[in-house]
């Protein structure tokens, strides 16, 4: 290898003798280097050689190897597999053989079950041995019940073994009912609907649950029955039905007759409870009697029937066991409480705060009478709803109160107005006696609110005014009104004594009262109040006698009230307005109707138009006169009713409009002749002399003069209706003189233009009656 090495650079160096000696230096390095590696290559390839031997060797024992393998999994795969496919198809198939041998194996153990369970019911039924024979029913069904869940597997003797499961369990409720028929025997009156005193005398319980006294059976009879009912899940519904009797016959009547009494009797073979009727009984039995009387009824029936123990019915029951009482206490006790407290407890209630110290005896009674229930397990423990509903004893106070006076109100406010009362400032009204606003415990009033003892109220150092300046005027009010406003009074002073819940409620109660009236009585009453004078002027003073005592009512009261109220809220000026609105739109209603009937009756003298006409004159002396009856009616009607001056302003404004009409009518005549004007002026001279006379509010006719003569200042157009009577009789000079130039007496009264107008329909057109008119601007 060296001396090829050498041999090529000699040739190098000969082939490149061009090259400067510098280069051919450098190459000479390279070349060395290059001879270097080579060496190095030479010795790791001689030691790589052996290597490459041995893992030749072992790749030639690998393919052997492999071949063998190969030869061995197609000896597998011919051989083998095929007699593993044999062997599992031969296991899949005894598999499915044993499934099928299992299923008709169960399936006959449990056809075996099912008809060993019905031997043995119907063996343990003719022994009456009824628990047993009801569990081996129960098994039966299970058994079935199996059966018929299997699916894919159908049988028709299924339908069969269903049909006598049926046909089993019939027969055992059937001989379990007679059993219970014998057990329990009601003898009821002959018609079952009657709740009457005489037909629940007659009813009857007879419990056939005593062990007869020559054995000694471990299970008593009842306890039997009872279990096995439960078992075939029959006892719900016999309890159900026992329970709706107990209610009808025994329980609710003796809530609903106080004179019943439970007569309990022993006798060797049964229990019987019956009832006794008690004479001179009251109208309602108190909570702690009919709280005896069922405490008595319930510990015979708990004796002798319902401290049966039975076992919890179904799968899954609960662990223990559960006694007759519990269940039935289930089925009835809603019901019974509902009764109860309806009932019973609901008139026990107070009617007067007074009394609701009293009432802790009966809160007392119900808490006796539910610990007695669960003491017989009749109850649950956290069962307290009678117990609740007597210890809320001032809501139920409270409710029952202002039912009783909304009740109370509404039936004055229906009965009739027709009767009322005389109201004077001075009488004395049936009002309950308000205690010392400062005396107790309540918010002392202050300084300015209290009242003068003479009853007179100071103004300044020298006048007082009269100790009526702010009373009612006199008048005449409903008696029913009279007592509403007394009920009012009642109820406030009651609600004073209360709890605050109650008072506020009471006091809430007085205003619905009040705005109850302003609902009822203009409808309840509508009808009389637009036909019959009288009634609406009576409604009208209702109105405002009410108002009146609306302003002062809430403040009586708000220094005695819960501090709820005394803040100002307990107030009922609020509603003054409305019923001063409402008085007086039904008495203008009434005005405006008796406006109308004075209007239509004066329609019909022919616009008092050719009095010489005796037809005409005649027609219109009638109207007059219709007028005037209708005036004096009206006058009666309202006479004593009304205070006095709104009667003298009611008579006065139609007294007005009647002569309005009539001055109007005249006016606008356009001929006047002397005999016209003469009967004219008789007819007017009829208004003035009796139309005063319909002016007598008071039943005193000396006193009613007074009013009489002071006909003008109620009727607006009295002197205009004198005046036009001086100008029926007068020349042309004298009304020109009651002219007097725009500043007479006739200028106050009539325009100027009306003045012509009747210039020239009484007189002729002359040169006089030209200068009057001239002097008439």
């Known amino acids: 290898m060296a001396a090829r090495a050498g041999s090529l650079v000699a040739a190098v160096l000969a082939h490149s003798g061009r090259l400067d000696k510098e280069h051919l230096g450098a190459r000479v390095g390279r070349l060395s280097r290059r001879g270097e590696v080579c060496t190095m290559i030479n010795k790791k390839y001689s030691e790589f050689l052996p290597s490459m031997q041995s893992a030749e060797d072992l790749v030639a024992q690998v393919e052997g190897l492999s071949s063998n393998i190969d030869l061995l999994k197609a000896g597998i795969e011919n051989e083998v597999q095929r007699d593993l496919n044999v062997a599992v198809a031969e296991f899949t198939e005894l598999k499915q053989q044993l499934e099928r041998d299992t299923l008709v194996l169960s399936v006959l153990k449990k056809l075996q079950e099912f008809d060993s369970a019905i031997k043995e019911c119907s ?94 059976a471990a299970v008593p009879p009842v306890a039997a029955v009872l279990q096995a009912l439960a078992v075939l899940g029959e006892l719900h519904s016999k309890l159900k039905d026992f329970g709706q009797l107990l209610l009808q016959y025994i329980l609710k009547p003796l809530i609903s007759h106080p004179s019943l009494e439970p007569v309990p009797e022993e006798q060797p073979d049964e229990f019987i409870l019956r009832f006794r009727s008690q004479e001179l009984a009251l109208d309602e039995s108190s909570p702690m009697e009919v709280f005896d009387k069922m405490k008595l009824v319930f510990e015979v029936l708990h004796k002798y029937l319902l401290n049966v123990s039975l076992e919890q019915p179904g799968e899954g029951r609960k662990e223990g066991r559960v006694t007759l009482a ?26 007067n705060s007074s009394k609701l110290e009293q009432y802790k005896e009966v809160i007392e009674s119900t808490e006796e009478f539910e610990k007695a229930l669960k003491k017989m397990q009749f109850l649950k423990e956290d069962t307290t709803a009678l117990l609740k509903y007597a210890c809320n004893v001032d809501s139920h106070f409270a409710n029952k109160k202002c039912q009783d006076v909304i009740m109370a109100a509404r039936s004055l406010m229906t009965s009739e107005i027709h009767n009322t009362v005389k109201i004077t400032p001075d009488s004395s009204v049936a009002l309950p006696e308000l205690p010392d606003p400062g005396s107790g415990d309540h918010v002392e009033v202050p300084r300015a609110c209290r009242l003068l003892h003479d009853g007179t109220g100071s103004v300044g150092s020298e006048s007082r005014l009269s100790p009526f300046t702010l009373c009612l005027p006199s008048c005449r009010i409903s008696c029913s009104v009279q007592e509403l406003v007394q009920l009012a009074y009642h109820t406030l002073l009651e609600a004073t004594a209360s709890t605050d819940l109650c008072c506020v409620q009471l006091f809430d109660c007085v205003r619905n009262i009040f705005q ?93 138009s050719n ?13 007059i006169k219709q007028v005037l009856h209708q005036l004096r ?47 004219l002026y008789s007819l007017c001279r009829i ?27 109620y009727v607006q157009k009295w002197m205009t209706f004198k005046e036009l009577m001086i100008i029926l009789q007068a020349n042309l000079q004298e009304i020109v003189d009651q002219w007097a130039d725009g500043k007479g007496p006739l200028a106050e009264e009539f325009s100027a233009a009306e003045v012509k107008s009747l210039i020239r329909a009484l007189f002729q057109n002359t040169e006089r009656r030209a200068a009057a008119l001239a002097k008439i601007k």
């Open 123 to 216: 063996s343990a039924l003719q022994e009456k041995q009824y628990v047993t024979a009801a569990q081996q029913l129960e098994q039966a069904r299970s058994s079935l019940r199996s059966l018929e869940s299997r699916r894919g597997f159908e049988l028709k003797i299924l339908k069969a073994l269903g049909t006598e499961l049926t046909v089993q369990t019939q027969n055992m409720i059937y001989h379990l009912g007679e059993e219970w028929q014998k057990l329990i025997v009601w003898k009821l009156p002959p018609s079952k609907g009657s709740s009457s005193l005489e037909a629940l005398v007659l009813s009857e319980l007879h419990l056939h649950t005593l062990p007869p006294q020559d054995e000694d």
């Open 326 to 351: 519990e269940l039935l206490g289930e089925l009835i006790w809603e019901e019974l409480s509902d009764s109860l407290i309806h009932n019973c407890l609901v008139n026990s209630i107070p009617t």
């Open 516 to 608: 109850l009236f302003c609902e009822v009585v203009p409808t309840y009453h509508r009808e009389n109040l637009q036909k019959l004078p009288q009634l609406a002027a009576i409604h009208h003073n209702n109105c405002m006698y009410i108002g009146h005592h609306l302003l002062t009512l809430g403040h009586q009261f708000r220094y005695r009230s819960t501090s709820v109220l005394s803040n100002g809220a307990a107030t009922f000026v609020d509603l003054v307005p409305a019923f001063r609105r409402l008085g007086m739109e039904c008495f203008l209603a009434q005005m405006r109707v008796q406006k109308g009937e004075i209007l239509e009756r004066l329609s019909s003298a022919r616009n008092f």
């Open 611 to 623: 009095m010489d006409d005796e037809e005409n004159y005649c027609a219109a002396n009638k109207a």
């Open 633 to 679: 009616r009206l006058g009666m009607v309202w006479q004593d009713v009304l205070p006095v001056n709104v009667y003298c302003k009611a008579m006065g404004a139609l007294l007005n409009t009647a002569l309005a009409e009539i001055v109007t009518r005249i006016a606008a005549l356009e001929d006047i002749s002397a005999e016209d004007a003469d009967r």
């Open 687 to 713: 208004m003035v002399e009796e139309g005063p006379q319909v002016f007598t509010p008071l039943l005193d006719k000396d006193k009613n003069k007074k009013y009489q003569e002071e006909v003008p200042v």
